[in-house]
């Protein structure tokens, strides 16, 4: 007798469970939640504008010492330059940004796109030129959309004001 009653409880405790949980409400109707004032997010801040290129900027024009700024030029020239000149689909647009970016230079050497990427030194001929430069450069669309590493040297500021860097475009595959 005493199993049969905790079988019934048990068995209306079940029923109750089920029929609580599984509550839907009837097709064709919603489910409202109770109205209360909620106020509109307000809107995102505008986002910042982009940070202009830095590379290693030195606001004097006194020359920089160009054993270590030209070895890490050469360094990052060397790691793309090779013998295998690049023929894929982004070279067109890496030599269009670096002819780009020597806008108003003096001298372009080691221009090309290779198998790692595209790469040219540039020389421009005085500390505003070069400055102009990297702002046209750093709010190019091209150079925004390009898709691999972006790299430009830390300038080497020559006895005659002179800046020299080099320009780089990673592989964007």
Not at 5 to 32: C, D, E, M, S
Not at 125 to 150: C, I, N
Request: hydrophobic share 45%; charged share 15%; net charge negative.
């Amino acid at each position: 007798m005493v199993l049969l009653i905790a079988a019934a409880v048990v068995a209306g405790v079940v029923v109750q469970l089920y029929f609580g949980v599984n509550k839907r409400p009837a097709t064709g109707t919603q489910t409202v939640a109770p109205t209360a004032a909620v106020a509109p997010a307000p809107p995102a801040p505008p986002a910042p504008p982009a940070p202009p290129i830095d590379a290693g900027r030195t606001d004097s024009l006194t020359p920089t010492p160009t054993a270590d700024v030209r070895s890490e030029r050469e360094q990052l020239v060397a790691h793309i330059h090779d013998n295998l000149v690049g023929h894929e689909a982004w070279s067109v647009t890496g030599l269009a940004i670096l002819d780009a970016a020597a806008q108003g230079s003096s001298a372009v050497t080691d221009r090309g796109c290779y198998m790692a990427g595209c790469v040219a030194t540039i020389t421009y001929p005085s500390r505003d030129a070069y400055d102009r430069a990297l702002v046209e450069l750093g709010s190019s669309a091209a150079y925004a959309a390009w898709t691999g590493g972006k790299q430009v040297t830390p300038p080497e500021i020559k006895s005659d004001g002179s800046i020299v860097v080099a320009v780089a475009l990673l592989r964007p595959d």
